[in-house]
């Protein structure tokens, strides 16, 4: 009688062996893959929000480019006058509101299509996410002063983080030209004013994860009342 030869193959030991090896290569590239996916979408969310904020900033210096502001500003000596020019970069979050003409090109025009002159706000507020958001409303320019006038909002960037703003110029009360936080002239406009935006979060306290910086010089002087209403000559 012949006897029995062993057949080629593998035991259940190596069988375990082998299948505990792939398992532990699997979760290798698992992880590995993961970690790819994590920082490819943090790099395209800072990519995005750098870009967004770049994006802010200018947006907000094409409407201080064409502000608009008479020296016969009706009603007179009121802040809520049309044309007033109303600003506040005291605290970390500043606020912009004046009287600006917009190109077709601006966002949101075309829900103005017969209104190219507009109030237009900047200011930061807290989001449902929780964030501060800087958001932007425009509207006519007369219809902006009536209390019960809804406004067109649009966030221009989120995760905001601090939102300076510095004016140049010759404030109230004072012989020379200067940079200021506050400006107190509503019924004049700065020679210039300073922005930075911060936006994102780098793990330290106050310490954004991008800065975009801008100083935009305004139209110099207010229209004369002579060209506002011109004198009809006898």
Request: with cysteine; aromatic share 10%.
């Amino acid at each position: 009688m012949k006897p029995r030869t062993r057949q080629p193959g593998f035991t259940i030991v190596e069988l375990m062996i082998a299948l505990s090896i792939f398992a532990m290569i699997l979760v290798t590239i698992y992880s590995v893959w993961s970690g790819i996916l994590r920082a490819s979408q943090a790099a395209r969310s800072a990519a995005d929000s750098a870009q967004r904020a770049r994006i802010s900033v200018r947006t907000i210096e094409d409407a201080l480019v064409h502000a608009q502001m008479f020296a016969a500003n009706m009603p007179p000596q009121n802040p809520d006058a049309y044309y007033s020019f109303l600003a506040d970069g005291t605290g970390e979050f500043g606020s912009l509101s004046f009287i600006t003409h917009l190109p077709p090109t601006f966002p949101g025009a075309n829900h103005f299509p017969n209104d190219i002159v507009r109030r237009v706000t900047f200011t930061c507020e807290q989001g449902k996410d929780g964030t501060v958001h800087l958001v932007m409303r425009q509207g006519p320019m007369i219809a902006s002063m009536e209390p019960d006038f809804e406004p067109y909002s649009l966030v221009l960037a989120k995760d905001v983080q601090t939102f300076l703003i510095d004016f140049w110029g010759q404030p109230k009360d004072s012989r020379n030209f200067e940079w200021v936080t506050e400006w107190n002239s509503t019924n004049a406009l700065p020679r210039k004013v300073r922005i930075a935006l911060g936006v994102g979060t780098t793990g330290k306290k106050g310490v954004p994860q991008d800065m975009v910086y801008r100083v935009v010089a305004l139209p110099a002087t207010a229209v004369a009342p002579q060209w506002q209403v011109p004198q009809i000559r006898r």
